[in-house]
């Protein structure tokens, strides 16, 4: 029996994903990289559609593909992701949504680029698909290529693990885990990043289709739940800021960050008394984190500053006098 050496494990995490699950799964086929390099890891998180029957096709076609079934849902990518790092055989480590799909050129691309570099991550563009429309995505200005960054600098504010190649020995020497949140992207990313030494970021290379489709795990309706497991992210974010004594990047980071748990705020259909009780959540993170936050835009900004000074009830109106204009704005 001849032991295969993957180069790389792509991990995909499924829940109910038929709709898109083939067109996820041929997209690593498609790869200008040797296929048969590749270790490709099916995670079904308990699907209650026709996902499981999709995954036996696939791994009963290629040797390479190698699938777990788990027998209770876990409610979110971190679980599956988990899962399909304990049995990963390759050097590096990549991650695909099921519900989204690789460009051609990603594996070779980025394989080439962390092995002639040296670094333990590499990272590049993608693509954001919603309907018809395919916009590029770029994380600095598009005059600007590849760019390194150490780890004496302030980390990605925009976050996927999706988008990048990982080095596996990093992950495993220092027990790497998703925590199950929403968010866990931000989490585990922002730790990996505190860990390594430097990460290179293409920014001219687009690799990754990023899908925004109605019913896809990135358009799903905003609820008190998903707050606060987006709000857990954050206390967990902020414990690693404190372990590895990196403070000095709460007020650029968190800024951004913060953005996704407004964002959920203000599109929440609930009572008076429920979102004036997820203002106290904030403002107690707020309080807690202790910076002057870099939030882009003004009206964030400001309601940054009502929020560290606990005017709970003047922040309430403030959200609601702005969704309504936004309302009225389209």
Known sequence: MVLIQYK???????????????????????????????????????????????????TNSYENFTSIFHDKNSGSAAEPRNSGLKIAKGDYVMFLDPDDEFRPEICEVLYDKIVESGVDLVKCNYVKVIGDSWEPYYYFDESVGEVSIKSSDVPLQHVTVCNGIHKMEVIRDNNLKFQNCIGEDFVFTLEEFLLIDEMIYLNNFFGYNYYMEEGSSHSTKPTVDKFYKTLDSFYLAYDLIVKYNRKDIVPSLFGYQILSLYFRYVNLDVSKKVKLELLRKIASLINLLDSPLETPGFVYSYANKLLSNNQISLAYYYFESFKRVKNLLG
């Open 8 to 58: 790389i494990s792509i991990i995909v995490p499924i829940f109910n994903a038929e709709k898109y699950l083939k067109r996820g799964l041929d997209s690593i086929l498609n790869q200008t990289f040797d296929v048969n390099s590749l270790q490709v890891i099916l995670v079904d998180d308990a699907s209650s559609d026709n996902s499981r029957s999709i995954i036996e096709e696939y």
